[in-house]
T-cell receptor, first 115, second 112 residues
């Protein structure tokens, strides 16, 4: 069975500081991995995805994530936080061998940006 | 924009009444999903569909039913709403590659 653990339900960073949101996955099969962002009163928006082409994945709004198989991690980073990054972020996993597989979501991390 | 709309966007109803939420897509995707989102639980899959009249249960399907009579529409029905079904409901479609899903704007349902 697959699962995702996001460390920290709330993370606060100062504007201009590094953003690091942690995600560890458990999967007995090669995974697809995703990060989604949800702004208040909106649906989830795909931020980036890992599909095995490259371990360092760049997404929208300056975010990137690195797939580390040895650590079963897929942490999300951004060098310099902006007030507009305040949102909830979800890490998710799916079975790369099964194109019909469902996505398993983590419980989310709410990112707060301090002025 | 994956062309997904949900209706209604907000609904307040009373315990015991039936409620139907509609998800509509414009891009002919085969897979559609219904999730509920609650604080501390993230997103939980209620039901999904892999084609017209083909549906299956997710992890929190009790108290919910679905129907898909056309490719573009996926309906979620609460036969007799309960206060525990107060939540935000999201519909999603699966893109044709890499299993990623794209989400609608959500429906906020309050059961009094």
């Amino acid at each position: 069975a697959q699962s995702v653990t996001q460390l920290g339900s709330h993370v606060s960073v100062s504007e201009g500081a590094l953003v690091l949101l942690r995600c560890n996955y458990s999967s007995s099969v090669p995974p697809y991995l995703f990060w989604y962002v949800q702004y208040p009163n909106q649906g989830l928006q795909l931020l980036l995805k890992y599909t095995s082409a490259a371990t360092l994945v760049k997404g929208i709004n300056g975010f990137e994530a690195e797939f580390k198989k040895s650590e079963t991690s897929f942490h999300l980073t951004k060098p310099s936080a902006h007030m507009s990054d305040a949102a909830e972020y979800f890490c998710a996993v799916s079975d790369r061998r099964n194109r019909d597989d469902k996505i398993i979501f983590g419980k989310g991390t709410r990112l707060h940006i301090l002025p | 924009d994956a062309g997904i709309t949900q209706s209604p966007r907000h609904k307040v109803t009373e315990t015991g009444t039936p409620v139907t939420l509609r998800c509509h897509q414009t891009e002919n995707h085969r897979y559609m999903y219904w999730y509920r989102q609650d604080p501390g639980h993230g997103l939980r899959l209620i039901h999904y569909s892999y084609g017209v009249k083909d549906t299956d249960k997710g992890e929190v399907s009790d108290g919910y039913s679905v129907s898909r009579s056309k490719t573009e529409d996926f309906l979620l029905t609460l036969e007799s709403a309960t206060s525990s079904q107060t939540s935000v409901y999201f519909c999603a479609i699966k893109a044709d590659s890499y299993n990623e899903q794209f989400f609608g704007p959500g429906t906020r349902l309050t059961v009094l």
